[in-house]
DNA sequence: TGATTGTATTACTGTCTAAGTATGAAGGCA
DNA sequence: TGCCTTCATACTTAGACAGTAATACAATCA
């Protein structure tokens, strides 16, 4: 087995942690469309703004998205498409261990097959 | 945009969340060759027992590995090889991602190549 | 039966963080 | 200049969680 050094597997657990909250998922899931400003974003999320404005923050140190400012507002954009394919990822991967686990055709299920593009 | 609902969002997060920790991801790392007993795990990643025993847990609530006790010892495997196919695009990303904030080849992103299979 | 091994659980501590409130900083406009 | 909009930054509170030590539990063995 070819080990990670602990460095490695820190930024690894990082990219991970940004993508591991419900608030930072919607976030992400409304700039599917396209970049916004935050308060575009935060009219989306229906979160506060000084909430949408941390997460922001911690997405793009995370390196999820991008950033750009115009006058007074700051467009936030996702930074690579390789995000929406690691999400369909788990959403399929979720798909199955709900089905695993309740073996039935659940909400949830039809849920995540919604984003399968 | 087809929003998620909350409990597909909810789960989507969790899973995220299971795979956002070094410690399990070294315990990921450690069964990549195969399913190992406890005592093993805990070797390979020089964590503590306990440690161990709750982090596996948590894998397992999250789906993430499959548990078979053996006589008194438990035997625990990745439950979907798709689990390391997230991980490898996850460090492809953040290789890109060190590069943008880097510029340069570092230690880090040398070793996210090597898992890369 | 009693001892040993392997694993899970519990209690505890320290750390982290999500969310809300309030405030501050910067740009645009009258 | 003064006001407004937009966003970011403390600060606080409450809750979650990682790690550790001690203990409980179950299976095996002497």
Redesign the interface.
């Known amino acids: 087995?070819?080990?990670?050094?602990?460095?490695?597997?820190?930024?690894?657990?990082?990219?991970?942690?940004a993508?591991?909250?419900?608030t930072r998922?919607?976030i992400l899931?409304?700039l599917?469309?396209g970049g916004k400003n935050v308060s575009q974003i935060t009219a989306l999320t229906g979160c506060g703004q000084a909430n949408v404005s941390k997460h922001l923050a911690l997405l793009f140190e995370?390196?999820l998205v991008t950033r750009s400012a115009q006058g007074t507002a700051v467009f936030y954009a996702i930074?690579?498409s390789?995000?929406f394919?690691?999400?369909d990822?788990?959403?399929?991967?979720?798909a199955?261990?709900?089905e695993?686990?309740f073996s039935n055709t659940s909400?949830?299920k039809r849920?995540?097959g919604?984003?399968a593009r």
Do not use: W
Request: net charge neutral.
């Open positions: 087995m070819q080990a990670l050094d602990d460095s490695a597997l820190n930024h690894v657990a990082t990219y991970f942690r993508l591991s909250e419900p998922l919607r899931n409304a599917r469309d995370a390196g930074a690579d390789a995000t394919e690691l999400c990822i788990v959403c399929g991967n979720v199955r261990i709900v695993r686990q909400a949830v849920q995540l919604k984003v």
